[in-house]
């Protein structure tokens, strides 16, 4: 065994920031595919999203058969249904503000979810919020903010919607973070994907059930993989370090999107992105290095 790797085994801190990077590739990939479905395939946001989550519950479903029932067992199903309830409506008021507010500007103000889970972290979940934590937030939104400028654009009130989207999947990221401490990682992402399922079926049932073309399944396919996989993951960086640390790492998804955007559909981002992902990069580096050397130091 690795230097490395045994420095990484010895701080749980280190083990999730490099799974919450994980996640944030992962999720990436489910969002270039999922406009990969819309933009080039022309299927519906509901198809989308029933399919995407339902092949997501069909991959996660070898683990039933592997450990049986106990994968099902929970003695906390009242949290798993707010967890998805949370989950859904977040969805659903992100989609709404896409209808409204420009899309940079948006991925900009869903960046206030960290503060919705710090305060919630140190409220409900008694963790300890550090000055070095907020410092890192903050710096790291202050980079989303110089990469969308919205100050250039006029705010009407469709702007709060992305940040009632952000304050929604806060609450869900704070529950799955709660849910870690009793239960296993597969099972949360396994409820998840489960329950997600009908509700989005609820949804493309009442857009009348329009299948995909045939060239679209291997791209709904890719997008369920790559869901699970991120709800897997996530779920497992929660269970390695507090939610609290993990969210400067949160950032990292706006690089990581615009980058693999530009790679597959060639879309170049404005001259301040580099500057602001400078930022976000350099927060989450930051606090990831600071806090690994306190942990590794106990």
């Known amino acids: ?21 994980l996640a944030g590739i992962a999720f990436a990939g489910v969002n270039v595919a999922v406009q990969w479905a819309g933009m080039v395939n022309g299927i519906s946001s509901t198809a989308t999203a ?42 659903q008021v992100w989609v709404m503000a896409l209808a409204h507010v420009p899309l940079w500007q948006a991925i900009a103000l869903s960046m206030t979810s960290p503060f919705f889970v710090l305060a919630g972290a140190a409220l409900a979940l008694r963790e300890t919020v550090t000055l070095a934590r907020v410092g890192a937030t903050a ?20 702007a709060v919607l992305p940040v009632l989207a952000a304050a929604l999947w806060a609450g869900a990221s704070l529950i799955t973070k709660e849910l870690t401490r009793f239960e296993r990682s597969d ?42 996989a991120a709800q897997y993951v996530l779920t497992r960086a929660y269970a390695s370090a507090d939610a609290a640390y993990l969210q400067p790492f949160e950032d990292l998804k706006l690089p990581l999107n615009i980058i693999l955007g530009w790679i597959v559909f060639g879309f170049s981002p404005d001259v301040t ?26």
């Open 1 to 21: 065994m690795t230097q490395t790797t045994s420095y990484f085994k010895s701080s749980p801190a280190l083990t999730g920031a490099g799974l919450m990077l």
């Open 50 to 91: 029933f399919w995407q989550y339902f092949f997501g519950f069909l991959f996660v479903l070898p683990l039933v058969w592997r450990r049986g029932l106990s994968a099902m067992r929970t003695g906390r199903p009242m949290l798993h249904l707010v967890r998805i309830v949370l989950a859904a409506a977040g969805v």
């Open 139 to 158: 710096f790291g939104f202050a980079g989303a903010l110089i990469i969308i400028a919205p100050w250039s654009e006029t705010f009407t009130w469709h």
């Open 187 to 228: 099972s949360i992402a396994l409820y998840l994907l489960l329950l997600l399922t009908p509700i989005n079926f609820a949804l493309y049932l009442g857009s009348g059930l329009q299948m995909p073309p045939l060239e679209g399944w291997l791209v709904l396919l890719a997008a369920g993989l790559l869901t699970a």
């Open 273 to 298: 992105f580099w500057p602001g992902a400078a930022m976000i990069v350099a927060g989450s580096i930051y606090i990831m290095s600071r806090e690994g050397r306190g942990r590794c130091a106990h």
